[in-house]
Structures are given as C-alpha cells and as structure tokens.
C-alpha cells in the first residue's frame, strides 16, 4: 500500500486542474503581450483566473499578481514593502517560526543592512499574540510580517487580530498564508491584509506558481526586472498553463472547504487519538483546536525523527519530520525549538499531513503500522529508558 502524508509539503495535481491546463499549453499558447488573436485568448485566459483568485479570498482582481511561487511572493512581498517605506523606518517585526522564505529573507536583509529585525517569541503552541507584535511596534517600523498558519505544527495565528493592530498604526502587514490557503476561510479586507503570499502547489494546483495579493493603494516595487507584465510588477511572460491551474485548483478547493474540513478533520482526528492511545511517550505538536484541519504532529520521545521517516518509507508511508527543506539535515526543527522544546525531542518529530484524497483505510494502515515501527526503533535506541522494556 502506498500512502502519501505528506501534503504540507506539496500536493497532488487533482485531475480537473490537469484538464483545465492542457487548452492553454496546446490551444491558447500565445504570448499574452502580443498583439494578436493568440494573445487575446491567453490574455482572457489570465483575466478569468485573476477574478476567480480575487473572488475566493475577498480581493480585487488588479491586486492579484501572479507569481513563480510562495517563496518569490514572500521575497517580493518583504523586500519590496521595506523599499517602498525607506523614509518612513527600517524596522520590521516578524516570529520565530515564520517559514524560511520569510526568516532567512528577513535575516539576509538585515545583514544587508536593509533593516532592523525584532524575531517575536511565540507560546508553547506557535501562536504569534496580537500584543506581542503590539509591544514590539515602533515609530519606524514599516513591516509586519506573520504567517497565517504554520507549515510543521499547522497551528493558525490571529491573522485578523494582528492585521487590525498593524492597520490602526499604519503599518504595512504581511501574511505567509501558502499553508492555510484552501484550509481556512480567507478575507483580506475584514482581515486587514495588505500583502499576501500563496502557492498553487499546496491546493492541488501545479509547483512554480503563486500569488502575492498587494492591496490597492500599497505600491511596491517588483522583484523581477524585465518586461511590463502584470501591470510592471512581476516582469516575465506569464505562465499561463500555470496560472489556469492556480486558479481552478483554488476556486475547487474553495468550493468544498467546509465539507472537507469536517471529512479530513475527522481523519485527522481519528490518527490523532489513534497515536495517543496506541503509543506511549508522545507529545502533541501545534495546538489542539487552533490548528489546520489536516496536520497531525508528534514528538516521538527516544529516536530520531529521520528514523521513523526510514521505516515509513520502507513500508509505502510518505510522511515529514520538521520541514521539507530542513529534513535530510539534522538540524532540529526552529519551529519546535522556538516553542519550547528541548533539543532531544524537537529531533523526533513526526509530521503527518493529509488531504482530501486521504482514505479511511490509509489511515488503519498507518495506526496498525506506526506502533510496531517506534517499538523496533525505540528497543534498539540507548535513549529508551531501560524500564520501559521489561
Ligand atoms: C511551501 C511553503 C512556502 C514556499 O512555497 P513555494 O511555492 O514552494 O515556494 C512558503 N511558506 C509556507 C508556509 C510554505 O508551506
């Protein structure tokens, strides 16, 4: 049995987004700048999908740019609010848990010089408060930038909270919100957005394409240099085949969101409760109710995350420990680290992230399976404390 849980990492492609892409690889395969028949099909094609973007997460469609991905949309989104306040400050405020696109950007900037970066403390949940980014404000401080949910623990910040903060002092707020896009209901305005990233690949949609939502009236500079596209904000012919699929996976997604949340919460809650009952010494990673509803992470004490990830493999369970980008290091994870936890145990986490497409019987599998694996892994461990194998 093959069974894919790791979905916080990337998606599949669902098969009507594949349909929806193939006429603008093969049919509308003009150049949306030229000026012709071809040009105009594609140019229609873009339009389409910039409204049905707009509309799933409460924006207008001229404050939809079109990006190579979450990544590029958070780069253009920190280094172009802090280029365009130059006058205003240098300082910005961002948490210990932010995906790299976000932290190691920020960080990059400051060494640069670019600016001053206070990195907020979060609880023992991942939670960012709305008062901490309050008490850290200052008069030049010209960016916030706080993800919307977090991509190991699934844990979702009061985005609408901190947007309402940032907005009463006029300062510019960013959200990561690739994890949470698809997952939880979305409103830029009521939530005082003002620049957005997200990412086609963790809703289904195909890799290489985002959106960065930049309000009306936020001007920032693009990161791309070149051609005039996308009102000169994001230089380079338009992925068209892309974008088609963006926008069909997220007006798909959007349309079942609350049946899947109660379908895929209920799997998720069944593997939850399942580890807990079947497993001793485990620890519940994210909070428990605020959380995305397909994320399951534990800290398994006494073996190394990338162990289990092994035996996993082995037997056709695809699943995560920390993030995609840090596992094949032994790093421990900065998102469990800056929630508190001690070094042994952020290195045995294991994240399991499920999907629509997840099956009752995957899930059976995986709770008969898991058991067996970290009692093999756990009797050969030196850490295992010696009473535990009697
Ligand atoms: C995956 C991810 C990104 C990066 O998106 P890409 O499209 O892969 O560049 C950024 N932020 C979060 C929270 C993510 O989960």
Redesign the pocket.
């Known amino acids: 049995m093959k069974v894919y849980l790791d979905n916080?990492?990337t998606t599949m492609v669902r098969k009507e987004v594949v349909d929806a892409m193939i006429p603008a690889f093969t049919t509308y395969y003009g150049n949306p700048s030229s000026l012709h028949e071809f040009a105009r099909e594609a140019e229609q094609l873009l339009d389409s999908a910039r409204k049905d973007v707009a509309n799933v997460i409460g924006a207008k469609p001229d404050e939809i740019v079109f990006t190579g991905?979450?990544?590029?949309s958070?780069n253009m989104a920190l280094r172009g609010a802090v280029a365009a306040n130059k006058k205003k400050g240098k300082h910005v405020i961002t948490s210990a848990v932010e995906?790299h696109?976000?932290l190691y950007t920020l960080q990059a900037m400051e060494r640069e010089g670019l600016i001053d970066l206070t990195i907020l403390p979060v609880d023992e949940y991942a939670i960012v408060s709305a008062e901490s980014v309050t008490s850290a404000l200052r008069d030049d401080t010209v960016l916030v930038s706080i993800?919307f949910a977090?991509?190991e623990v699934g844990t979702i910040n009061p985005i609408a909270e901190i947007g309402k903060v940032c907005r009463d002092k006029g300062v510019l707020f960013h959200t990561?919100a690739?994890?949470a896009t698809g997952h939880v209901p979305i409103d830029v305005v009521k939530m005082n957005i003002d620049l957005m990233?997200i990412?086609a690949?963790?809703f289904h949609g195909p890799?290489?394409v985002?959106v960065l939502y930049i309000r009306k009236g936020v001007r920032i500079p693009s990161l791309i240099i070149g051609g005039g596209q996308e009102k000169k904000r994001r230089a380079g012919t338009e992925n068209v085949p892309g974008i088609v699929g963006l926008a069909t996976a997220l007006k798909l997604t959007n349309e079942h969101m609350a049946e899947n949340a109660v379908k895929v919460g209920a799997l998720r809650d069944k593997l939850l409760k399942g580890i807990a009952d079947r497993i001793p010494d485990v620890k519940l990673n994210g909070h428990p109710i605020n959380r995305l509803p397909n994320n399951v992470n534990y800290s398994i004490r006494y073996i190394e995350g990338e162990s289990i990830l092994l035996m996993l493999d082995i037997n056709g369970i695809a699943a995560s420990s920390g993030s995609a980008c840090t596992s094949g290091s032994l790093d421990p994870s900065h998102v469990l680290l800056a929630m508190g936890l001690p070094h042994e145990i952020a290195h045995g986490s294991l994240r399991l992230t499920l999907s629509e497409f997840t099956t009752e019987e995957e899930i059976n599998y995986v709770l008969d399976l898991l058991p067996q694996i970290i009692q093999r892994l756990r009797d050969m461990s030196p850490l295992y404390p010696k009473q535990h194998n009697a």
């Open positions: 916080a990492a991905g979450g990544s590029e958070d995906h696109a976000v993800m977090n991509n990561d690739v994890q990233a990412s690949h963790k890799k290489g985002g």
